[in-house]
């Protein structure tokens, strides 16, 4: 996985947007305005910040030793996760889309099925 594949599949999935609001270096992914995953645009190697339940995060930090507690980031509820090649794609995008629905669960119940509806 790289940087664009990373992109494409966030702006794939209703309601994403896409927007810089740390400046330049760090691509911020959101659904209905709500932050779910955070990546830098430029880096020695790819990472990216996903939302993660917290007992899940520390089951994903024990296990996979390029997962990480969140970089700059609330560390119970979010990972920073490398992206090396030792965790198959097919798991990374799953995790994107689990934060992804985690922010969608918090969303108040209007917006949840407005995003039924775009998708």
């Known amino acids: 996985m790289n940087l664009e594949t990373l992109r494409d599949y966030c702006l794939k999935l209703p309601g994403v947007t896409e927007e810089l609001p740390f400046g330049p270096d760090t ?8 932050v779910f995953l ?3 645009m430029e880096s020695a190697g790819h990472q990216f910040n996903a939302k993660c339940d917290p007992e899940k995060a520390e089951e994903l930090r024990a ?3 390029d997962v990480r507690p969140g970089y700059h980031m609330n560390k119970k509820h979010w990972n920073t996760v490398l992206v090396t090649g030792s965790i198959p794609s097919e798991t990374l995008f799953g995790w994107v889309k689990d934060s992804y629905d985690l922010v969608v ?6 917006n949840q099925e407005e995003l039924k509806n775009i998708g």
């Open 27 to 34: 691509l911020v992914f959101k659904v209905m305005g709500k």
């Open 38 to 40: 955070l990546t830098p």
């Open 63 to 65: 296990t996979y030793p």
């Open 105 to 110: 669960a918090s969303l108040p119940k209007k």
